[in-house]
């Protein structure tokens, strides 16, 4: 992953990044919805996690087929690099 011209491979760091953003963007949605404004500190909380565990859904080939089918072909990218019209 990078970040600004960091490039960050430690999972658990990664990890930590991603949580810090969806609890900020989650203060800042909470703060411009709200008619009161009321500050919640969730970056002190502590889950109990596994950090050697990751869990994935299994597909099948049909489903991931179906997916690939019902892309819009576009032929811009998303974060990845990747174009619909690369995967299809």
Excluded: A, R, W
């Excluded at 203060?27 to 909380?45: A, D, F, P």
């Excluded at 889950?47 to 032929?75: A, C, F, H, R, W």
């Amino acid at each position: 992953m990078k970040l600004g011209k960091s490039k960050i491979s430690n999972p658990k760091v990664i990890t930590e990044i991603f949580n810090s953003y969806f609890v900020e963007t989650i203060e800042k949605l909470t703060e411009q919805n709200s008619g009161t404004h009321i500050t919640y500190n969730l970056t002190n909380i502590k889950i109990n996690t596994y950090p050697q565990t990751m869990y994935i859904t299994p597909v099948t080939e049909d489903e991931i087929e179906k997916v690939v089918k019902n892309l819009k072909g576009i032929s811009s990218s998303g974060f990845d690099g990747v174009t619909d019209l690369i995967v299809k």
